[in-house]
């Protein structure tokens, strides 16, 4: 029985060696080796604590991490196989078999069934993880940890309990992709360019109170997800309707000019639900919907979902002003149709709709599908100094190519100038 056990895992181990170029094994090597040494096991195997400090796992995700790695051995000794194999599972296999290991992950009380409580304890560490926060209890994610859950399907029956499938959790990771990166990277030492772990930084105003910020942190970290790198150094308050007054002109007239083209709205309803969108392109005027498929929706409060486009259409972002025609309604919004948008705030900013739309997958993201926006904000994306320089770079290659396709076009008509200017 040892025999085929071991057989077994050279196997694997042969296998995993093959997912990796012999540079990289070599790397998996040396790291070995260091923790190893740390663990004092005579360079025979990693240790637990070891593990948990270098990769910044802790609490009960940590310790079912470990056993994952050390394939259930329960010995509490990571050889270097485990090591490849883990990497070579979580890292490098396709997407089926990497979510079936994090699937396995989650279930941290190795009962075979994911639970709601399984659950809220790994997003507990996640945001210990995030935010650094070592003496915070379970209570100040609460609020995060039950929208990010409500956003979830338990369709599994389990006796007493209900558990989340295997398709309910790939279903929602789809919607919460901050959560998925996360998850994603726990083979990786903590830093701040690991997966999952970036939170934008909030701007505003000194004399502003932050207490009447709908945007915290952890919404933040949420929306983000969805995010390239770039678009999640700093986000800056333009809007505001309590400091800046609820007018549509006054939006406008914020948003504008800032240099600033990506922009996140945050709304709280009358129901209190708090949701909104991202858009990518800034807030102009327009006569029909406009944008890209950059934008989406996201629920923040009492669920936490994102919804991308579908590519069932392309009605993305909506701006009109001044429109006299009912077929041009004056707002903002995104998705869906004209007079059933996904997300519609009227120009008079006081009333406003959400239906389920394609352009998104999108359900209604308030309890009622017309809605009376209490707090509307708008955060601008501050886009990264080496972005901005490649952006501008590009926009410069494209005027001089284009300087040239047009000397070359006169050239051939006999028209370009004599001189080299």
């Known amino acids: 029985m040892g025999n085929s056990n071991s057989s077994t895992v050279n196997h694997r181990f042969t296998s995993a060696c093959r997912a990796f170029t012999q540079r990289k094994l070599e790397d998996l090597k040396s790291l070995f080796v260091s923790l190893a040494s740390q663990s004092q096991s005579n360079d025979s195997y990693v240790s637990y604590p070891v593990f948990q400090e270098y990769f910044g796992l802790s609490g009960s995700l940590g310790e079912r991490m470990f056993d994952m790695v050390t394939q259930h051995r329960k010995d509490g000794k990571l050889t270097y196989e485990d090591l490849v194999i883990a990497k070579a599972t979580y890292e490098k296999g396709t997407d089926d078999e990497i979510a079936e290991f994090i699937y396995q992950t989650l279930d941290v009380n190795a009962n ?17 993880s995030v935010f650094s926060t070592t003496e915070s209890s379970t209570s100040d994610y609460k609020e995060m940890v039950d929208a990010l859950l409500n956003a979830a399907s338990f369709s599994k029956s389990t006796g007493d309990d209900k558990g989340m499938s295997f398709e309910d959790f790939r279903s929602w990771c789809s919607h919460v992709p901050t959560v998925r990166k996360f998850l994603g990277s726990l083979l990786t030492p903590p830093s701040p360019a690991r997966p999952g772990y970036q939170v934008p930084h909030l701007l505003y105003e000194d004399s502003v109170d ?103 259409n392309t009605n993305i972002q909506w701006c009109a002003t001044n429109f006299t025609s009912e077929n041009i309604p004056n707002g903002i919004g995104f998705g869906g149709k004209i007079n059933h948008f996904g997300l519609f705030i009227s120009s008079s900013f006081d009333q406003g709709q959400t239906f389920s739309c394609t352009t998104f997958g999108s359900p209604s993201l308030s309890k009622t599908s017309r809605i009376q926006p209490e707090v509307i904000e708008c955060w601008g994306i501050v886009q990264a100094s080496n972005e901005l320089d490649t952006q501008h770079n590009a926009i410069k290659g494209t005027v001089l190519e284009r300087f040239k396709e047009d000397r070359n076009m006169l050239k051939l008509v006999g028209m370009a100038s004599n001189s080299n200017e």
């Not at 075979?112 to 210990?128: A, C, I, M, N, Y």
């Not at 390239?228 to 308050?237: A, I, Q």
């Open 112 to 128: 075979g069934v994911l639970t709601r409580s399984d659950l809220e304890l790994v997003l507990v560490v996640v945001f210990k």
């Open 210 to 312: 932050s207490n009447i910020l709908l945007l915290k942190k952890e919404y933040a970290w949420h929306i983000g997800g969805a995010l390239p790198h770039h678009e999640l150094e700093e986000w800056k308050l333009l809007y505001h309707s309590s400091l800046h007054g609820q007018s549509f002109n006054t939006f406008l007239g914020h948003t504008s000019n800032t240099g600033m083209s990506a922009s996140v709205l945050v709304i709280k309803d009358r129901e209190g639900c708090v949701y909104g969108g991202y858009a990518s392109q800034p807030w102009e005027r327009h006569s029909d919907f406009y944008g890209d498929m950059k934008s989406f929706l996201f629920q923040l409060n009492p669920e936490a979902s994102i919804f991308r486009p579908t590519g069932a």
